[in-house]
């Protein structure tokens, strides 16, 4: 696959941090050609590769954002990326995003998810 996207982190509602998945934020522009779903990504940040897992969609379990997002969760990254400009690269796409009935079973799904991905990393 290896689809690039470039962007700036904007903050988000933190309910990724609540989950124990902290997310780096892009907005994007729905027009881009690039199916909802979660993938597998490397993300480069000023020279540093880190493995991660994204989803970009509109988030549907903790109420719908008007706004196309890519959000991605950086594999052993601790700090801020508020402002800063990073670039993730799709590897591989795992599953489409979903809804889910509870904070719960969307915790259970990423851990998953993130299961898969170091598979495919």
Do not use: M, W
């Given at each position: 696959m290896n689809i690039?996207?470039?962007g700036k982190v904007v903050q988000g509602e933190r309910r990724g941090t609540l989950l124990g998945f902290p997310?780096?934020?892009i907005p994007m522009d729905p027009i881009i050609n690039i199916p909802e779903g979660v993938y597998a990504v490397i993300v480069l940040y000023e020279g540093y590769k880190y493995r991660g897992m994204a989803n970009i969609g509109y988030h549907p379990?903790?109420?719908?954002?008007p706004q196309l997002l890519l959000e991605t969760h950086l594999f052993d990254?601790?700090?801020?990326?508020?402002?800063?400009?990073?670039?993730?690269?799709?590897?591989?796409?795992?599953?489409?995003?979903?809804?889910?009935?509870?904070?719960?079973?969307l915790s259970q799904a990423l851990q998953q998810d993130r299961a898969a991905v170091e598979n495919i990393l």
């Open positions: 690039s996207i470039k997310t780096a934020n379990t903790v109420g719908r954002s990254f601790n700090g801020s990326l508020y402002g800063k400009e990073i670039e993730v690269t799709l590897i591989e796409r795992i599953r489409d995003e979903q809804h889910f009935d509870s904070s719960e079973t």
